[in-house]
């Protein structure tokens, strides 16, 4: 009898961390970026199972999310499983975020890698803000930067964008100004100039860059229209409410990673009773692939609301498989069939 098994390569986070770059992490989403503009990708929006998030039943607050995705140039599926849970799990002292992820090759149908998926998920959300400014700064050496929230993602949203560009002064906000302090801190040497942590009751201080991220999860609107103005660029990550109806209605361009999902969480479901699909400017994708060009950006207020997809979770954990597998990392399962 034919022995039909399969070897299943199991990747965990130290493994990770050991093999996978800042640059590795840039690379690989912003290539997603462009197969998404050249039809090169396929990512149903994400699927949300509700905890107590939102709903009274079950009361673990929180969620978990299933994201999957094919990309053509690199011929592999695969499926993000990612949860962001308080309640018991903050209790125990354990982080907000857990996910793994799954590869699966299309032609047999085979799982050829199961990994971590809370240092992916991570990293590529920070990722996603680098290269939203990167479709605009494009060559430039430095920047200058304004920064919403000292978290997790702002974290990561700094270490990425600081691996593209050298970023010559930062202003930092957080309604919690100890929390800020801190950060400033601990991400001083991923700054080449200053760090200017700002009032917390002044947030707009922090919003007169060339470029912005938010990276907050706020629950309500902390940047205001009246703040943006002609020839800046502002990132918006996640599923937080940033941004007010007066700040996305004055933007002149906005663009998303995948419209479908914009509409439904984050910001820009503050304007979905009235906003459509077809009224985004365009995809990041379409900008990275060169098919669709901001015409006078110095004279454009541009926002971009970044959700969050399988795709880029699939990208880097594909990279993160071919390198294990060069290196010899991981562990080896056997499956049947």
Known sequence: MADNSYKTLLL???????????????????????????????????VTLDLGQSDDWPAYDGYVNALPAYLGEEDIA??????????????????YITGVIVL?????????????GTLITDLRTGSQAANGIRLFAKDK?????G???????????????????????????NHNQEHAEDFAEKMKDYVKGEIHVVDANKPEDASNEPYTITATGAPEPIIKGEWF???QVVVSLGSGQEADRDFIENADEIFTDHAGQSLHRGPMSLVADEFS??????????????????????????????????????????????KAVEKGIGKEFTFGF
């Open 12 to 46: 965990k986070r130290e493994d990770l961390q050991q093999i996978l770059t800042t640059r590795d992490i840039n690379d690989a989403v912003y290539d997603v970026f462009v197969q998404y503009g050249e039809d090169k990708v396929k990512n149903p929006t994400k």
């Open 78 to 95: 695969g499926m993000k499983w990612v949860a962001g849970i308080k309640g018991e799990r903050a209790e125990a002292g354990l982080p």
């Open 104 to 116: 699966l090759d299309p032609h047999l149908g085979k799982f050829i890698s199961i990994m971590d």
């Open 141 to 145: 050496k430095e920047i200058s930067l």
């Open 147 to 173: 920064l919403y929230g000292s978290g997790r993602q702002a974290e990561t949203s700094l270490i990425t964008t600081s691996d593209l560009y050298d970023i010559t002064d930062l202003y930092l906000w």
């Open 229 to 231: 103005d002609k020839g």
């Open 277 to 322: 699909e077809d009224d985004f400017t365009a995809t990041v994708g379409q900008l990275a692939a060169g098919k669709y060009k901001v015409e006078d950006p110095e004279n454009k207020r541009i926002y971009l609301p970044i959700i969050g997809t399988g795709a880029v979770d699939i990208a880097v954990a594909k990279r993160a498989y071919d």
